[in-house]
């Protein structure tokens, strides 16, 4: 007889893979805690709950990573992608939903799966050995389950928050103004010598960054998600808040560095960069975590000398967020390295958004489902947003700086080092057609061996 998969969380991540897992034959609980145990950010009992924003973002799936992500978990198939599909609403480019009856749908479509079944109820502790399982419990994980796995993982390499500093396309960073080293030029090898570029700043740019930064918008914590932010992530607006030097003496300051292009002029601050990816096409502006919201915050880092024209792969944040350090916890099938009977899916793996936790949730799935069949997954291309999130979480994000990703086009191998600002475009669809063509290869590997 077929081992049943147990799924705890029936979440984005959680109700995608057991459709997935289902849906290749093998039987799955589903154990989620809501009604009964609820989320300060949860509002009903469906299974995949939007919890804020309705939509899924872009769809454009020839110029944006997110778009091609949708548009690889609808060739695979995908519940949340498909259920989406039947209760769109106009948002122009975007693919936005009515959300409860999105939900419903989704609940009922798992609810009338002859493979499926759920029970409801918190799980607080790991399952035994004999039990496959994948925790896709997201980002407000209960206390007992969280306990439980900071007890196996370590409490350092699970997370209850997140402290993002903005991530920036390292193609789109001015280095006619930046230069690369690292502060006193500390590091043993060439790699820990060029991790980190540097922006430089006299004391009128300074000043004037200090006070945008006082006079941007902030975003305020939700209500029930105390800050519980300590000394050490403090935002910088809260630092620059503190004293106008504060920040000068803290990320800002410019000891231990010589600006290439004027190595007469000692700069009055110094904002660094550090490399972010094995692949350096993402570099992290370091210690700047923040709360100031999206528009301001972009208008804020672009007065920095260097980041005039920065592209953002991402933006900073600070949440309530339950994520496992999960270059280090995870192999490349998403299990844990010292339970592999466990795999994680989802939000809690340290990717962030609706999509990209639906996205790990399916290949959980298929690994999950794949592995209690007998079969060899071939590994997924990462080439492919699916594959190029999944290398960057296993294994392509530096360990000591891990925090949750959305896709982008900086995860994926470049495919043309030298086209510059000005073929973005045509680049994209490069990517684009490139990820097409190994997903539709990687499904279609995977479904030949199912019918072997
Ligand atoms: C306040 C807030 C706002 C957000 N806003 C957005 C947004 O606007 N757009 C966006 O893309 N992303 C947003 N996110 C991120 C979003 O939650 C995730 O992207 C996505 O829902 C994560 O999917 P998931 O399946 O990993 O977790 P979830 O969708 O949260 O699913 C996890 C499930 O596990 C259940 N669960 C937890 N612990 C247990 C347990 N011990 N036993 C059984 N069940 C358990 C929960 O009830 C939940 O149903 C937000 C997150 C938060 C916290």
Redesign the pocket.
Known sequence: MTKTLHI?????????AAWQAANAGVPVVI????PT??????RTGH???????????SDDDEQNAVGLLHWEMRQANGLIMNTAQAHRLPAGGALAVDRDPFAADVTARIMAHPLITVEY????ALPPEDQPTII???????????GAIAAETGQDALAFFDAIAPIVYHESINMDVAWMQSRYDKGETEEERTAYLNCPMTKDQYEAFIDALLAADKTEF?EG?TAGYFDGCLPIEVMAERGRETLRFGPMKPVGLTNQHQPEVKPYAVVQLRRDNKLGTLYNIVGFQTKMKYGAQTAVLKTIPGLEDASFARLGGI???TFLNSPTLLDDQMRLKSQPHIRF?????G????????A??LLAGRMAAAEILGETLPAVPDTTAMGALLTHITGGAEAKTFQPMNVNFGLFPPVDAKGGRRNRKTRYKIYTDRAKADWAEWLGERESLAAE
């Open positions: 705890i969380g029936g979440g984005m991540a959680g109700s995608e154990h989620e805690m809501r145990v609820e989320t300060f950010a949860h299974l995949a709950e939007m919890v804020c924003s309705n939509s899924f973002r109820g918190e799980i607080n896709a419990t997201g980002p407000l994980t209960s206390e007992g389950l969280g939700h998600e949440h309530r967020n899916a989802g939000q809690i793996t990717v962030e958004g609706y999509v990209e936790s639906a790990m949730g």
